[in-house]
């Protein structure tokens, strides 16, 4: 069935540094992905979308790299921060048709000072 | 702007006990959903509402779950009656149109004991 999960449930990096957050999917016929930030006691918050036709898009600070080829999401941060700590999750859409996103596991990104 | 609302934002109750959740988008977004996210899972969807029509709520348990947006703004979830294993964050987001962002609130946290 479709699934879309992540490598690592957590990450600890030094302030400063870069970090990745890794997304394996399953469903080929996916076209569209998001990255989701969900700090403690909140909803998650869009970080960035990346459509199939593309294998690279930045943002500020963010990086997402998709690979069709393997069926693998990355989301890569830059110089992180303390605000940068949260789960981060990976979600799967199409274009077209139904916009149900199916959402990863999660990975909780611990920022060390 | 004023982001989607949801209340309460905690709520404690006895199994077996019903409970409803509110939920008020962002003011001219017409698609509203209703996600269930477990401890340190990532949500999942129970319904998808285009204006006041439910056009996917294959998800929802429909012996225990009831959702209605008669007015096409906001929206109401209910479990009656709520059992151990309903314990969960639910999570309301909108989006204007069928693309483009989605916006989470900041759950209602249930508890069920």
């Known amino acids: 069935g479709e699934s879309v999960g992540l490598h690592l449930p957590t990450l600890s990096v030094q302030e400063g540094d870069n970090s990745i957050i890794n997304c394996a999917y399953s469903?080929?016929?996916?076209?569209?992905f998001i990255w989701y930030k969900q700090e403690s006691g909140k909803g998650p918050q869009f970080i960035i979308d990346i459509r199939s036709n593309m294998d690279k898009r930045q943002g500020q600070r963010v990086t997402v790299l998709l690979n069709k080829t393997v069926k693998h999401l990355s989301l890569q941060i830059a110089a992180t921060q303390p605000g940068d700590s949260a789960v981060y999750f990976c979600a799967e859409s199409r274009i077209q048709g139904a916009q149900k996103l199916v959402f990863g596991q999660g990975t909780r990104l611990t920022i060390n000072p | 702007e004023a982001g989607v609302v949801q209340s309460p934002r905690y709520k404690i109750i006895e199994k077996k006990q019903p409970v409803a959740f509110w939920c008020n988008p962002i003011?001219?977004?017409?698609?509203l959903y209703w996600y269930l996210q477990n401890l340190g899972q990532g949500p999942e969807l129970l319904i998808r509402?285009?204006?006041?029509?439910?056009?996917?709520d294959s998800q929802l348990p429909k012996d225990r779950f009831s959702a209605e947006r008669l007015k096409g703004v906001d929206s109401t979830l209910k479990i009656q009656p709520a059992e151990l294993g309903d314990s969960a964050v639910y999570l309301c987001?909108?989006?204007?149109?069928?693309?483009?962002?989605?916006?989470f609130g900041e759950g209602s946290r249930l508890t069920v004991l």
């Open positions: 509402y285009e204006n006041e029509e439910a056009v996917d």
């Open positions: 987001a909108s989006r204007r149109g069928t693309g483009g962002e989605l916006f």
């Open positions: 469903n080929s016929a996916s076209d569209y």
């Open positions: 003011s001219g977004h017409n698609t």
